[in-house]
């Protein structure tokens, strides 16, 4: 299975912070590699797929780059609703596998 | 609008079997993959499979082989994940997700449902 490691593990941000969030593979996975967001009761919700397409409906503070083995997610001006669990997951091959996620709080 | 509605929280002795249900609306249901996934309380995320609703196609995760099952039921646009021989270990939030293109397999996540929590317990 295809690792996926997350850095930092947590962090604390304030509002209008640049934030930036590390995702590594242990294997490469090309482009292969999608981003969401988690709300503590909620469902996680698509943010950014293929390393760097932005889904539809998702602000443009949001932004994703890398390849191969080496991802970042950042978040140009932070807002008070994007305090949340990040995670990453690749979309490469079997099992599909996501990171231990990034808690960003206050 | 796409919703992915999902059955309601379960309690099961550890052994027992659970089954949980993922009705579709707002949108053609044979034309997409719906998989599901599985969060520990707390903790992160796991895919464990799909389900192809035109076919009735699936794939598991190699864990989960021999103790899920993924249905549908065309007339309901709805699916189901069984899983069997259920451990205190398979205490989690299972929610089914459907993917993102039409006709195709990309594994990216594009709609949830609201998550179904299964807890095991003597």
């Known amino acids: 299975d295809i690792q996926m490691t997350q850095s930092p593990s947590s962090l604390s941000a304030s509002v209008g912070d640049r934030v930036t969030i590390t995702c590594r593979a242990s294997e490469i996975i090309r482009t292969y590699l999608n981003w969401y967001q988690q709300r503590p009761g909620k469902a996680p919700k698509l943010l950014i797929y293929?390393?760097?397409t932005l889904q539809s409906g998702v602000p443009s503070r949001f932004s994703g780059s890398g390849s191969g083995t080496d991802f970042t997610l950042t978040i140009s001006s932070l807002q008070p609703e994007d305090f949340a669990t990040y995670y990453c997951?690749?979309?490469?091959?079997?099992?599909?596998?996501f990171g231990p996620g990034t808690k960003v709080d206050i | 609008q796409v919703q992915l509605v999902q059955s309601g929280a379960e309690v099961r002795k550890p052994g027992a079997s659970v089954k949980v249900s993922c009705k579709a609306s707002g949108y053609r249901f044979t034309g997409y993959y719906i998989h599901w996934v599985r969060q520990v309380p707390g903790q992160g995320l796991e895919w464990m499979g799909w389900i192809y609703p035109n076919t009735g196609e699936t794939n598991y995760r190699q864990k989960f082989q021999g103790r899920v099952t993924m249905t549908r039921d065309l007339s309901d646009s709805t699916v189901y994940m069984e899983l069997s021989g259920l451990r205190s270990d398979d205490t989690a939030i299972f929610y089914c997700?459907?993917?993102?293109?039409?006709?195709?397999?990309?594994?990216?996540?594009?709609?949830w449902g609201q998550g179904t929590l299964v807890a095991v317990s003597s």
């Open positions: 293929e390393a760097s």
């Open positions: 997951q690749q979309s490469y091959t079997n099992p599909r596998t």
């Open positions: 997700a459907r993917d993102s293109v039409q006709w195709g397999l990309m594994y990216n996540f594009e709609y």
